[in-house]
Nanobody, 128 residues
Framework: QVQLVESGGGLVQAGGSLRLSCAASGRPFSGYGMGWFRQAPGKQREFVAAISRWSGGLTYYADSAKGRFTISRDNAKNTVYLQMNSLKPADTAVYYC????????????????????WGQGTQVTVSS
């Protein structure tokens, strides 16, 4: 019932920026907590950022993202964004957005099993 479609990935040089988008359908978008995860070859999928339900949601970041990445949402457009600045080669991965249909509890925003729906992913490659 819920579909998520990521876009905005690509190839950038180190120090550059990208903005990822995730368009959602299904239940009213404002009712979903949203997260971004990433997975590089040979590595586990890891949490990047999350934003809680409704307007004025709280935001959460992995240590690797804090200070460089910003998650935001536009409920009118059913879209969540990940603005990525000062990109590093270590940021190279497939980035996935995910939707949680229930409210975040303490620290569960960074757990894959919290999320009920996932997008197909978008590739981000950062060159030296």
């Amino acid at each position: 019932q819920v579909q998520l479609v990521e876009s905005g990935g690509g190839l950038v040089q180190a120090g550059g920026s990208l903005r990822l988008s995730c368009a959602a359908s299904g239940r009213p978008f404002s009712g979903y907590g949203m997260g971004w995860f990433r997975q590089a070859p040979g590595k586990q999928r890891e949490f990047v950022a999350a934003i809680s339900r409704w307007s004025g949601g709280l935001t959460y970041y992995a240590d690797s993202a804090k200070g460089r990445f910003t998650i935001s949402r536009d409920n009118a457009k059913n879209t969540v964004y990940l603005q990525m600045n000062s990109l590093k080669p270590a940021d190279t991965a497939v980035y996935y957005c995910a939707a949680a249909t229930t409210a975040f509890d303490y620290r569960d925003y960074d757990r894959s099993l919290k999320y009920d729906y996932w997008g197909q992913g978008t590739q981000v490659t950062v060159s030296s």
